[in-house]
């Protein structure tokens, strides 16, 4: 039987689990699921089913083992590195109709959900009794929890509170055989072997997340933000390492160049300080006793370094019109360019200055604009590389400019994705930044869950077929051009 | 062959590996590390080697891989489950040799050491600088990093700070094949099966850890410790409650009942209030000005809950005494009672009430005292159990009761251990806190790293033959006895 032959020949049997609505084969249908937030990978799923319970998932999953079918698991399909992108030979499993908040417990301080749950949406349901989740990728609004465990999402706020990986308890999972398995509880650690921590940011290859317990966090009693506009990008990368120098962590320590400060006037009409080589986010969150007197020492310290201009935002209007710049950063550099690539990738923070300037070095030989817009505290950079896809040779011109900067990326000691994932998009990077004991490590450990390698097969570790015989060796795919309809990152 | 010849025949590769210094044949020798912490279980190791390279770890353990012999690491044997347990057909790896502290990097927030370094060591390597590294096991003079890493440690302070886990960013380790592998490095995330937070509390089932890259965190600016004094366990709990229920989140909020304080009272004349049926010690820290205004909150919320006495420690020297009998209660309980076990469980905080008097109720019915002495803050349970080894049957009936406690910490949702680990001591009781699919998985996944099954075999994870063939069944092996010469919590 082909492929496709025996897909076809499952779907009675995937109507029997998930019903008759629970099962897309129909090409107008299958078509909304062909990528995720990187259009430049798109392929048609080969069925797409929409389970509504744990034992649904369970069931699909079993039936794809049993035939030897690869499935490709996806929450809203907001993701940056195609790990979500479909198989013709394969199912589609669509958290989607699992969106249930199944327990808000605030004496335990922990919230359990299903995978389809939108990550704002547990916040929403927390927030009257005073606790918030502390993991806000900028596509909270829209993107699942379960999508968020994949790819041990980040946010803003990860230089203070961690990634995904620091606030879930418990994970109840369908590994790639079809066991409904339970890992952790409400508890904080659990014995035996930390498995939460190994299948958060797994991307889906070592089964789906289909009931999640996260921490809760008690909302802090204040926020403050303060913007910092300098002359350049040295000026304000010294006041970042100056506040940290001081002790001080903020919530969030956010910056933008001028070209990204410009893309996103020309989109939001933002309005910050005019002349601006450099803007810095600085929020700080906790006891008001704390915040009041760390704001005084982060303003001086700014000062000291040069900030020409200094706001201070104290209540949520105030905030909301100092983030609109940096949120809406990605899809405004629509407006200055036809194209562009988001980059995503970590340097060690005291590494930040050297790699800027690379960065501008790379931009200047190349005549390829890079904006740049990033987590300032934790050395999370996020280059925007700009290029006009009507010019003959200008979209290589960027794919090279970005694959070099996750090359220095790697030799500054830091790595090639922060929170965007590996997916498909940097499978051929993984070489670069591994040996291949290491990766043959993390292929025991996924044969491990996956003896017969249906889980997302060919995302995440690199394979011959996809990234040719030679350890490093690149196929050289990139994305030329994210959507840039929604705030991505 | 058998399999003392195949050990013997492995020594002149093992001493060309170590040098000669680095191979212990002899049985005196050998005696010294025929157990960890809990002296109740104890072997006769085949072979000792101390190893002073990474390489030379990564060397006798492929020499194990290729004659199939178990080998067993040790790092200080300060353990409290048996993790450590050698056996007589088995080389043991002891890392007493690896202690350097190879980098102190200040910019990036991060200490580099070799696994044999004490904890204490890395904060006393830092503090000049001002950090210090957080998982503070009451062991920390003497046990080591490596040995914190296998169990996960955690300490007074994980409350606020967590355990081990979250302070480690970088691991070098040899797999039980000897590969030398590196997992992470010195940025927060890094791309791939985040196999750092699964070998973290491996309980050196997956090898051995040889290079540890760890966060250091800024000292904080100000510590202040309260000690209140309560008529009993319920108000001391009702304290803890509504500290938590404030928001507040102490560095370490501690508990201890009258038998305990009676305990450290006979040991080290710590001079807790007199009549107390419970000490709370609630540690704060952070901002001075954070600090001040939690302290005087929390006070108030103490005399609310009905603290007849309260007292303030605001430097070293005053808050060395209030913690001095908290940290002196296991050993000083052997002031009060000829034998005692020490049991580690957790519940969740909401259950913590009802847990401790279903323990005095099993006490009361068995005529076996029970000291309490706990982490409070996160439910983490140190139950003391007390009884006359020279009186017939009493061992039996202190088990029981010991094992009893386990029983309620998972019917009230918690876990078996909290920090302790499981071991060979607690490995009959994963059955009664996971299914068979859940042990299945972490079976496949320990296989993954170890499929000829020599990394510290017969721990951790049960086998028929160590607990019978029926899920749940109990061999009934519990420490009789622990050591109670040093602060082991």
Chains 1, 2 share one sequence.
């Not at 392929?43 to 079993?62: C, I, K, M, S």
């Not at 051929?428 to 290491?438: A, I, L, R, T």
Request: glycine residues 12%; negative net charge.
């Amino acid at each position: 039987m082909s492929q496709s032959d025996t897909l076809h020949a499952l779907v009675p049997d995937l109507r029997a689990i998930c019903g008759d609505d629970g099962v897309l084969t129909d090409t107008a249908q299958r078509r909304t699921y062909e990528s995720d937030g990187i259009t430049y990978h798109a392929e048609l799923p080969g069925v797409v089913v929409l389970p509504t319970t744990p034992e649904q998932v369970a069931g699909v999953v079993r039936l794809c083992a049993e035939h030897g079918v690869p499935f490709v698991p996806r929450g809203s399909g907001t993701g940056l590195s195609a790990g979500a992108l479909p198989r013709a030979d394969g199912v589609l499993i669509v958290t989607s109709r699992m969106r249930r908040i199944i327990e808000i417990d605030i004496p335990n301080e922990r919230a359990v959900v299903e995978p389809g749950v939108f990550n704002l949406d547990v916040t929403r349901a927390a927030a009257p009794h005073g606790y918030y989740y502390a993991p806000d990728p900028s596509s909270q609004q829209v993107c699942s929890v379960g999508g968020n465990i994949a790819e041990n999402s980040g946010g803003a706020h990860c230089l203070k509170y961690g990634f995904t990986v620091n606030h879930v308890t418990g994970l109840q999972i369908v590994t790639p055989q079809g066991e409904l398995v339970e890992l952790g509880g409400k508890a904080a650690d659990a014995p035996g072997y930390d498995l939460i921590g190994a299948f958060i940011g797994s991307e889906g290859t070592l089964g789906i997340a289909t009931r999640i317990t996260v921490r809760l966090l008690r909302s802090p009693q204040k926020v403050r933000t303060l913007l910092a506009a300098f002359d350049g990008m040295d000026a304000g990368g010294r006041a970042v390492s100056a506040v940290i120098g001081a002790g001080v962590l903020p919530a969030a320590i956010e910056m933008m160049d001028a070209l990204a400060i410009e893309a996103a006037e020309a989109a939001v009409a933002c309005r910050y300080p005019e002349g601006a080589g450099a803007v810095l986010i600085v929020e700080l969150d906790g006891p008001a006793a704390e915040v009041d007197s760390q704001f005084e020492q982060v303003t001086r310290l700014c000062r000291d370094e040069g900030a020409f201009e200094l706001r201070s935002a104290d209540d949520p209007a105030e905030r909301t019109t100092i983030w609109k710049g940096r949120k809406s950063a990605f899809a405004a550099v629509g407006r200055i360019s036809p194209a562009y690539i988001v980059q995503d990738g970590v340097v060690p923070r005291t590494a930040l200055g050297e790699v800027l300037g690379r960065i501008a070095a790379l931009s200047a030989e190349s005549g390829i604009r890079v904006a740049n817009v990033f987590h300032a505290g934790d050395g999370n950079l996020h280059p925007l590389v700009l290029f006009d896809d009507a010019e003959p040779g200008a979209g290589d011109r960027a794919e090279a400019v970005s694959a070099a900067i996750l090359d220095l990326c790697i030799e500054a000691g830091g790595s090639i994705t922060g929170e965007h994932g590996v997916g498909v998009d940097k499978v051929c990077h993984m070489p670069d930044m591994f040996g291949p004991d290491d990766l043959a490590a993390m292929d025991r450990f996924r044969r491990a869950f996956d003896p017969q390698g249906i889980a997302n097969p060919e995302k995440l570790l690199p394979t011959p077929r996809l990234c040719g015989e030679r350890p490093g060796a690149r196929k050289g795919v990139h994305p030329l051009v994210a959507s840039g309809e929604a705030e991505l990152f």
